[in-house]
């Protein structure tokens, strides 16, 4: 490790009278820097240690990070693993003047006889890069897969982390807080494509800045643990405020770094300037980047404090106050644990086994070396939170039992919309569980971080696609359908992958309560207006909401695998956004190995869930207008929902990505969808009816029925079932159309590409939700063009809108009149059969075959939300 100009500018230690007394009976001679008379007025009076460091560049030749792993490449001799990052450099950030430097602070002091730690360390705005990053094995001849590209972190400010305790390092029963400043931090991954050009994918303004209080220990078990109440303390939802053992998590909003420039709009601190959620993560891509140096490659707007020529995909975020969190950092290791047990007919429980399975190649499904995919040394944790709403007592931050405007305002609030500036967006308030009276929660569920030498992994299996008849009477999956392929190769030598693991996840939120955004401007274009806010406080017509929309998901596992990997340009595709297809180039063009698995359950079916159905995976448009005032129990929510609800989905493909041509583009072979869901109205469980179950006058009622608590785990509110498989080849991209322009286009994120179908098992059913009655269109073949977009906009009289647009070409080269004759043929759409499935089981009736030689179906819908 080199640093240059390692003496440092300033460097000044302030020691207590003990510590200074142990320093010098312990040594000898020591060579410090003199202290001036301002360094020493600086610190008069302070315990603890400071120090201050400046320094001009850090160069590191190697980090690396090893790991123990199952190997299924032949010629390995041992299992271990190495992620690498070469060419590790620290420069001074293009969005600051500031010298590098880092400051630490430590102070340790005593309370009735416990001691306790301040720590503090902050660090100047920098830019890290890294030149290649790759995995290798440690073979006497190394053999390593492909660079991924090259790799960057700029910040434009401080980066701080504030920690303090009041009883030792760990304890379960002292509160804590910790101070996690990650601010507006630009992360990149470079590619230079076949044409020799940059191009790069921006995770932009990434926040990470929270306040915490709680009790951090480590367990035998458990690992590392953070969690926001004590050991054994639990968390009411309608009393219980905050305390020395009932704390919380504050994701804070963060002041943009280039808000001296911009003008805010929904989101803006006390004096105006604009701000970001707590947690942000902003997705932008950007063509074309000139290559010459670091000053160039990662270049900053000096007024926007924004990547220069960067266009935005799409923008996540989340603040507020959450409450019953903990946070888990464990190591693994799967020993000689068995596979899970996945075949017909049967529900693979991860519980007690290898997670993924046992590492291959392939030519072998025989492990070479070391077994199980996950060894002896992965990375564990989980991460879980209650969201709060503006009545949770856990808000009343001033112990007097009423919420105040601020207080209110700290309620959790979720974000997505437009990256970048000029651009809409929607907030999700008002955010609780399924069931009336609870929490909206987020489980992380277990999530491992491996190293892997394999072909393949497992995912677990679903059990309504495992155990549910489907039309023919055979199920929608079996065992093979589990079996995740991490490349498409057919060799005995695997490229080396960094996989991730999620088992269990779940957010089990449903907001009643959204409203259309509008993000900071930077000399927008014109005729750009901003959509008109209605949230109930900060607004123009004092109208409250009362409507939202609810994405929650239930039970998600997932597995995605990725790696360097070269493949011929002109094998791989970008599209427009008229959905016009192109090669990338000619020659090999470097991009990232890519491989996805991920199913969700539709609802818990757990018979220790009391009423079934307090979880679900849906997407909901919900009414939470009041009922009439004359309930006896005063005004009620309606909570009326439509949409697709208790959604089972299997979704899975292996291929490689690229940011070419400025758009995310992706190569997915044998590609795989698998869906069960139910089409629904009604009420949400719990909701207060509208109408009077006995009339008490003319003027009122005496009582209301309710819905019931396990309404969806009825079919009471379900119009009709669908299910469906589909299979082939696909090619997309995401294209960004963030920013407002001058022609009224922009606000969407456009989704193009298209589809072959493979295989004899794709098929569309409408099944009857009474006796189950099913129309099927079965062994569907062909191909197909989409160009669809999501669109945040304002309409005309200024209130927002959101717009889902959807094009499909059957046959595109028969549509367009390209592409030779035998394209034109085997790109016809076709259901070979449509059969009538009776309620029971049995082979059905076939009713015919459809066939479409060409021609294209698009449907646009707007949502305008009433209040």
């Known amino acids: 490790m080199k640093i240059k100009n390692q003496n440092q500018r300033k460097k000044w230690f302030a020691l207590s009278t003990l510590a200074t007394s142990l320093f010098f009976v312990n040594q000898t001679s020591f060579a410090l820097q003199s202290l001036d008379d301002s360094a020493l007025r600086s610190v008069n009076g302070q315990d603890g240690i400071s120090i201050s460091t400046t320094y001009d560049a850090i160069d590191v030749q190697q980090f690396y990070w090893e ?77 390593c897969s492909d660079p991924v590209g090259t790799l960057a972190l700029q910040t434009s400010s401080p980066l701080g982390i504030t920690f303090k305790t009041r009883d030792g390092l760990f304890s379960k029963t002292s509160q804590s807080s910790l101070v996690l400043g990650l601010k507006n931090i630009n992360l990149y991954l470079g590619q230079v494509d076949a044409s020799n050009q940059l191009n790069q994918l921006i995770l932009k303004n990434l926040n990470f800045n929270f306040l915490g209080k709680g009790v951090m220990y480590v367990d035998d078990k458990e690992g590392l643990r953070i969690q926001t109440n004590a ?113 017909t007919g049967q529900y693979g429980s991860p519980n007690g086994t290898n997670i993924i399975g046992k590492a291959n190649n392939g030519a ?35 112990m007097d039992g009423t919420l105040s405007a601020d207080e209110k305002k700290n309620a959790t609030r979720l974000e997505i919309g437009g990256a970048g500036l000029n651009t809409y967006g929607f907030e999700f308030g008002n955010l609780t569980g399924l069931q009336a009276g609870s929490r909206g929660t987020f489980d992380s569920g277990n999530i491992y971080i491996n190293l892997a030498d394999t072909k393949s992994i497992l995912i677990p299996a679903n059990y309504v696609f495992q155990t549910s008849r489907f039309g023919n009477g055979q199920f929608l999956t079996g065992a093979a359908d589990y079996t995740q392929n991490i490349h498409t190769g057919t060799g005995n030598t695997n490229p080396y992958s960094i996989i991730l693991a999620v088992r269990g996840a779940e957010f089990q939120a449903i907001s009643k309560q959204g409203r259309f955004t509008n993000s900071a401007t930077y000399n927008p274009a014109a ?115 439509i949409g697709l609800r208790n959604i089972d989905m299997l979704l899975k493909g292996a291929g490689t990505i690229g940011v070419e041509k400025g758009s995310f583009n992706a190569s997915l072979k044998d590609m795989l969808i698998v869906m069960a869901a139910e089409l629904a109205a009604g009420y949400l469980p719990g909701s207060t009816y509208k109408t009077c179950a006995q009339l008490a006058s003319a003027t009122g009622c005496a009582t209301r029925s309710v ?5 969806f785990a009825l079919n009471d509110d379900v119009l009709l079932g669908l299910k469906l498989r589909i299979g082939g080849d ?107 499935y009776p309620p029971s089981t049995g082979a059905g009736a076939r009713l015919g075959e459809m066939v479409l030689t060409g021609g294209q179906l698009n449907s646009q819908l707007g949502i305008i939300p009433r209040n």
């Not at 819905?707 to 309404?711: G, K, Q």
């Open 67 to 143: 790991d123990d792993a199952g190997r299924g490449s032949v010629g390995a001799t041992n299992t271990k693993l190495r992620a690498i990052a070469e060419g590790f450099k620290v420069r001074q950030s293009n969005a600051s003047t500031l010298p590098l430097g880092t400051n630490y602070q430590i102070n340790i002091g005593s309370n009735a006889g416990k001691s306790g730690v301040d720590f503090n360390i902050s660090s100047d705005p920098s830019l890290i890069t890294i030149d290649n990053f790759k995995i290798c094995d440690t073979e006497t001849i190394a053999r």
């Open 730 to 836: 696909m090619d997309l991209s995401l294209i960004p159309n963030n920013e407002y322009k001058s022609d009224g286009t922009g606000n969407s994120l456009i989704i193009a590409g298209d589809l072959t179908l493979k295989g004899t098992g794709n098929t569309i059913q409408i099944s009857d939700p009474t006796d189950g009655s099913t129309l099927g269109l079965d062994n569907l073949s062909g191909k197909m063009a989409f160009n669809n977009s999501i669109v945040i906009g304002r309409h005309s009289s200024g209130e927002g809108m959101v717009g889902f647009n959807t094009g499909l070409t059957f046959n595109p080269a028969g549509t367009n009149g390209t592409g030779t004759n035998a394209e034109k043929i085997a790109g016809v759409f076709r259901a070979r059969d449509i059969n009538l």
């Open 364 to 398: 072998s499904a025989t492990p070479i070396l070391g077994g199980n995919v996950i060894g002896n040394s992965g990375i564990a944790f989980r991460m879980k939170a209650d969201f709060t709403t503006e009545s949770d007592m856990m808000l009343d931050t001033n």
């Open 527 to 641: 005729g750009y207006q901003p959509i008109i806010e209605h949230d109930g406080s900060n607004n123009t017509t004092n109208k409250l909401n009362t409507w939202g929309l609810a994405l929650p998901f239930y039970n998600l596992n997932a597995n995605m695998a990725m790696y360097g990997t070269s493949v011929d340009a002109s094998t791989v595709y970008a599209f427009d956004k008229n959905g016009v297809k192109t090669a990338i180039g000619s020659g090999n063009t470097p991009r990232l190995g890519f491989s996805l698995a991920m199913s969700t359950s539709g609802i818990d079916r757990d018979a220790s869930f009391v009423p079934q159905g307090n979880k679900t995976t849906s997407i909901l448009v919900v009414d939470g207008g009041d009922n009439d005032n004359n309930s006896v129990n005063g005004v009620q929510p309606t909570n009326y929902y």
């Open 231 to 343: 050991v054994g303390t639990a968390n009411a939802l309608t009393t219980d405020k905050p305390s020395g053992t009932l704390g919380y998590v504050d994701f804070t909003r963060v002041e943009d770094s280039g808000s001296a420039a911009l003008t805010a709009h929904t989101y803006s601190d006390s004096s105006g300037k604009a701000t970001n959620a707590g947690l942000n993560l902003e997705f932008m891509t950007n063509k074309n980047v000139v290559n010459a140096d670091s000053n160039t490659r990662y270049a900053i707007d000096s007024n926007t404090k924004s990547p220069v020529g960067a266009n935005g995909l799409i923008r996540l975020g989340a603040s507020g106050r959450m409450v019953n969190g903990s946070l888990q950092v464990r190591g693994i290791t799967s020993g000689t644990l068995n596979d899970p047990v996945i075949g």
């Open 707 to 711: 819905a019931p608590a396990n309404s």
